[in-house]
């Protein structure tokens, strides 16, 4: 599975993703082993012409190609050291390696976008996100990298998915 990030994000995922799809030919990795699943949270599903600038237009062409869907399809895995229940996208959670692409920007809740976020919102169950965005943290935490509750939640779940390489 390469889990990517919305329209949201300024990800040039189409510039990242035929270096990745090299890689995986290397390994004999067939086309039809491979998914891409967009990761968009709470957000509005991509358009074919979204996914095509996202992804290129060759990507869409050849693979399976999904839009996350919060509300739907969603598998437990686990519950945080905060007690938050953790609901991964299905897709993603039956596939053997999963890679991420995304960017680490400034974001105002969890310090940084990417990373763990690309887990957690990104391809979230809603109340798992909904968990996740409303827990509870001092005004010292939100702004402490090591200490801020939401982007280590974040963090842990990325390792209950399982994510293997993460591209920022």
Known sequence: AIIFDDMARVTRVSKIVPHILAELALASIPNDHI???CALG?????????????????????YAVYNHNCF??????????????????AEMMSCDFKISIGTAT???SALFSGGGKM????????N???DNHTLQISRE???DY????????????AKMAGLDLLIE
């Open 42 to 62: 709470t957000h509005g599903a991509l358009d074919r012409l979204d996914l095509v600038k996202k992804l290129g237009a060759d990507v869409v062409a050849e």
């Open 72 to 89: 739907d399809n969603c598998v437990y895995v686990g519950t945080t050291s905060w007690g938050t229940k953790i609901y991964l996208n």
């Open 146 to 157: 090591d200490d801020n509750p939401r982007r280590l939640e974040k963090k842990e779940a």
């Open 106 to 108: 400034p974001h105002p």
């Open 119 to 126: 887990i957690l919102p990104g391809v979230a169950g809603f």
């Open 128 to 130: 798992s996100i909904r």
């Open 35 to 37: 998914r891409f699943i």
């Open 141 to 143: 935490q939100s702004l």
